[in-house]
C-alpha cells in the first residue's frame, strides 16, 4: 500500500518537497500518494516578482508560476486549491480542512505530513490597521488586491516600512504615477544595511520623488465614512493615504503549528533538525522554520524564496526515502531601488555590535570597471572581519549597475570561513570592461586585513 504524504501550504517549499519526494520514492520502487491543500488560487509561484507585476515589468501572474496546479497534477500530486487546513491531530494523524468552493469540512489522514505554510505580513498593532486599502503583499492574491486598488485609481500611497518589500512597492507606486511617501521607524532606510550605507538608499530614493520619513513608528490608520483607509498616522505626523502598503516584515504562519504542540523557535519558526523533520511523521520547510546561520551560530528566521526551495528538495529526499542534509544559511539578499543595487551577507556592523563580537569594519568607494573604463560606476563595500582571527564576518555593498551581484563572492567566503586576508588574495576574474584589477571586493578585504 501507498503511504499518504500530506503537504499544507502549494508554494516553493510545500510542492518542491511534494515533487522531490515522489520523485525519490520512484527511483527507490516506493509508492506514495501525495495530497497539497492550499487556500489560495496558484502553487508554485514566485512571490518576489510581485512588486515587478505591479509596476508593470510583468503582464501577468501567471508569468510568475513555475508550474500550475494542473501540471502538478500530471506529475502525481492531488492539488487541491481553495482548500484551507484548520487543525492538525499528530497524535491521531488527520489535518482538517475546509473546502471553500465546495463548502465541506473534512478530515484527512496522513502518514507523513508537509507543513509550509509560509509567513504572513505583520501588521502594526494600531487602531484601523484592518481597514480597507491597507494591503501586505506575501501572495499572488496579495498583488491582485493591490492591484485592485490601483483601479479606483489612488492618488497618493504610504507605504510603512523601508526593507527589501517596502523599497520595492514604494517604486512600483512611483512608476504607477501615485505620489509616495514612505514612512520607517529606522534611522534610514534598509535596516539590513548600517545606517551610513542606508543614507545612500534615502537619496536615491528621494532622487526618485520618494518622500522619505523615518524615525517615525505608527500609532494609526484613519478612516472614511466606507471604512477604507484616508491616512497614516505616526508619531512624525499625519500622512493622506488613498491605498497603504506594509512592508513591515513578515512573521512564520505558525498557528497550526503552534495549536498542535510542535516546538517552535523564539521567532515562532518550526525548529527542524538539518533533514527538515520536526517530529516523527512531521516535516517543515520554508518561510514558516528557523534556520541555521553559519555565521551568528545560531537559530534565524530568513524568509527567502532560495532557501524555501532549497529545503523543499532536502525534505522531499528524506521523505522519499534517499538522503539530505540542509547545510544552513549565510544571510545573503539583494535588491534595488531605481538604480541603485543593495546587497549584504553576513553580519553588519551593528549586528556584530550586538553580538558582543570583538570585530573590525572598514569601508571602500571604487568602481565598478576599471576607472577609466567608459560606464564604470561607482560602488560602495562595507566589510566586517573578526579579531584577532581575521575571519569575515559580513559584507555590505550598494552602488550602480554591475554592484549587487559581487556579494556572492563573499558569501562564499563566509561559506568556507575564509579570513579577509584570504579573500584578498582570491583569484578573481578581471578584465577593465568588468573590474578595477583589484576588485572592490578584494580592496574592501585587503584594508580589512591591514586594520587587523
Known amino acids: 500500500m501507498s503511504d499518504r504524504v500530506l503537504v499544507i501550504g502549494a508554494d516553493a517549499a510545500g510542492m518542491s518537497a511534494a515533487s522531490q519526494a515522489l520523485r525519490t520514492a520512484k527511483a527507490s520502487g516506493r509508492s506514495l500518494e501525495v495530497i497539497a491543500v492550499d487556500r489560495g488560487h496558484w502553487t508554485s509561484y514566485s512571490a518576489c516578482g510581485i512588486p515587478y507585476w505591479i509596476a508593470g515589468d510583468v503582464p501577468s501572474p501567471g508569468a510568475l508560476v513555475a508550474r500550475s496546479p494542473d501540471e502538478h497534477r500530471a506529475n502525481g500530486i492531488d492539488v487541491r486549491l481553495l482548500t484551507e487546513a484548520v487543525a492538525v491531530d499528530t497524535d491521531a494523524g488527520w489535518v482538517e480542512v475546509v473546502d471553500h468552493a465546495a463548502g465541506r469540512t473534512e478530515r484527512l489522514g496522513y502518514d507523513e505530513l508537509v507543513i509550509a505554510t509560509g509567513a504572513a505580513p505583520v501588521r502594526p498593532d494600531v487602531p484601523g490597521a484592518g481597514a480597507a486599502g491597507i494591503h501586505g503583499v506575501q501572495t499572488l492574491d496579495d498583488g491582485a488586491a493591490v492591484l485592485e486598488s490601483l483601479a479606483r485609481p489612488p492618488k497618493r500611497a504610504v507605504v510603512v516600512g523601508a526593507g527589501y518589500i517596502g523599497l520595492e512597492m514604494a517604486e512600483a507606486m ?265 576588485d572592490p571586493v578584494q580592496i574592501a578585504a585587503r584594508k580589512a586585513a591591514d586594520r587587523l
Not at 338 to 366: Q, Y
Request: charged share 20%; glycine share 14%; aromatic share 4%.
Open 174 to 438: 512611483v512608476r504607477r504615477g501615485l505620489a509616495v511617501t514612505v514612512v520607517d521607524r529606522g534611522e534610514e532606510p534598509m535596516n539590513t544595511l548600517d545606517p551610513d550605507l542606508g543614507t545612500q538608499v534615502h537619496a536615491a530614493m528621494e532622487g526618485m520623488g520618494i518622500d522619505v520619513v523615518t524615525s517615525a513608528a505608527v500609532t494609526a490608520f484613519e478612516t472614511g465614512p466606507d471604512g477604507a483607509v484616508t491616512a497614516v498616522v505616526t508619531d512624525a505626523g499625519t500622512f493622506p493615504a488613498d491605498i497603504v502598503v506594509l512592508g513591515t516584515g513578515v512573521r512564520p504562519a505558525t498557528g497550526l503549528a503552534r495549536a498542535a504542540g510542535l516546538p517552535l523557535g523564539p521567532s515562532g519558526g518550526l525548529r527542524t533538525d538539518d533533514t527538515q523533520r520536526v517530529a516523527d511523521g512531521v516535516w517543515s520547510a520554508g518561510d514558516c522554520v528557523e534556520t541555521w546561520d553559519r555565521v551568528r551560530r545560531d537559530w534565524v528566521h530568513v524568509p527567502l524564496g532560495t532557501h524555501a526551495n532549497k529545503q523543499g528538495r532536502v525534505l522531499g529526499t528524506n521523505l522519499g526515502g534517499g538522503s539530505a542534509r540542509f547545510p544552513g544559511v549565510v544571510g545573503t539578499a539583494l535588491t534595488k531601488v531605481c538604480n541603485l543595487e543593495l546587497a549584504r551577507t553576513g553580519l553588519t556592523e551593528g549586528d556584530a555590535v550586538a553580538a558582543g563580537l570583538d570585530h573590525v569594519a572598514v569601508t571602500i568607494e571604487s568602481t565598478t570597471r576599471s576607472g577609466y573604463f567608459p560606464g564604470t560606476q561607482p560602488i560602495t563595500v562595507k566589510m566586517v572581519a573578526e579579531r584577532p582571527t581575521g575571519r569575515l564576518l559580513g559584507a555590505q555593498i550598494v552602488g550602480r549597475d554591475g554592484s549587487a551581484k559581487r556579494i556572492d563572492v563573499c558569501a562564499m567566503a563566509l561559506w568556507t570561513e575564509l579570513t579577509v586576508g584570504e579573500l584578498a588574495m582570491t583569484d578573481l576574474a578581471y578584465a577593465p570592461p568588468f573590474s578595477s584589477v583589484w
